[in-house]
């Protein structure tokens, strides 16, 4: 349950984010793709810039390390989170907005769900899911879209679980230092 909480905290705080018309993003109109992987053991914050580049910090047990490129790709290469039992529950599609959940159709929310929100050049999808009994087997995943420069680094400064020494790599990894 507390992974749902992150994961619904971590949407709002996205949902937060100042939308800038595209010439404002650095690095080209798409800008930055930030994601985090979450489960009560383990967290993984990925980076990716405009131009391919890719930057992940993993935390595990309080110790935080830089992930190699074979680790990332490793990591990309397995689903965040499946959705083989969810269904859109309510969506609301605007001019410049896009709102959708998925989940549980019968309202008891056990296998989790995902929200997605697209508005202002900013895509942010979160999914949970809740495992099996007890926390431990609980996930989470963020992806935010189109971010500034700016945004990235205020989003690697507040990865508290990252040491200062990981948060630097991924700065200069980024070329953001």
Do not use: W
């Amino acid at each position: 349950m507390r992974v749902v909480l992150t994961a619904f905290v971590a949407l709002l705080v996205a949902a937060c984010v100042e939308a800038k018309p595209s010439g404002e993003l650095a690095g080209g109109a798409e800008g930055y793709t930030l994601e985090i992987r979450a489960s009560e053991a383990e967290q993984v914050y990925l980076i990716t810039a405009p131009d391919g580049e890719t930057v992940a910090g993993r935390a595990v047990d309080g110790v935080s390390t830089l992930m190699d490129s074979a680790a990332i790709q490793a990591l990309a290469a397995v689903p965040a989170i499946s959705e083989d039992q969810r269904q859109e529950v309510v969506a609301l599609r605007l001019p410049g907005l896009n709102l959708s959940v998925s989940g549980d159709p019968s309202g008891k929310g056990e296998q989790g769900g995902r929200v997605s929100i697209e508005i202002g050049g900013h895509s942010v999808e979160v999914n949970a899911d809740e495992g099996g009994s007890g926390e431990a087997d609980d996930r989470a995943h963020v992806l935010i879209r189109g971010v500034p420069e700016s945004e990235v680094r205020e989003f690697i400064a507040k990865a508290d679980q990252l040491s200062p020494a990981v948060q630097a790599q991924m700065l200069a990894e980024l070329g953001l230092q």
